[in-house]
């Protein structure tokens, strides 16, 4: 009887560890539900009118951006590991970083929030043009070679989505 009851014991615990093992993580980031202020919208259709852009399209979370190459691969989730190539400037044109050589692997979840909602709207082999008001970037504070309350323009090309 003994043997029978820790037998089973031993199963129970085996099923059980087998049972975590196949569960999927869940992922920790949370989708940034931010409000861009009408002011930084209309600083932002300002900017792309003096530069006469017209071919970006209006988001309704508040950017622009305009899609070069759609992809044909995966879409980016927010735990997705993303590849890609990239180039930030500012409206006064100063490049404040890029990619050199080999594409950047980043979590999208970890990215500002612009670069979160903006790069699930191309698939893996896609580019994409965002132009993301401050909330969208790092808002009213200065980051590196970034003034406070920049509006900032990123070039993507998103390699690959895993």
Known sequence: MRKSFLGSILAIIVILS????NKEQTCPYID??????????????TYLASKNITNAV???????????????????????????????????EVVFDQTTGSPRTFTLGQLIPGWIKGIPLIKAGGRILLY???????????NGNIPA???LIFDIDLIGVQ
């Open 18 to 21: 087998g049972c975590n093992k």
């Open 58 to 92: 209006k988001d309704p979370r508040g950017f622009y951006y305009t899609i070069t190459t759609p992809g044909t691969g995966a879409t980016a989730g927010l735990c997705s590991s993303i590849g890609i190539y990239y180039a930030g400037k500012l409206t006064n």
């Open 149 to 151: 309350n920049s509006i």
């Open 32 to 45: 940034p539900n931010i409000t861009v202020p009408a002011a930084e919208i209309t600083a932002l259709e």
């Open 132 to 142: 993301l008001p401050p909330s969208l970037g790092y808002g009213n504070q200065p």
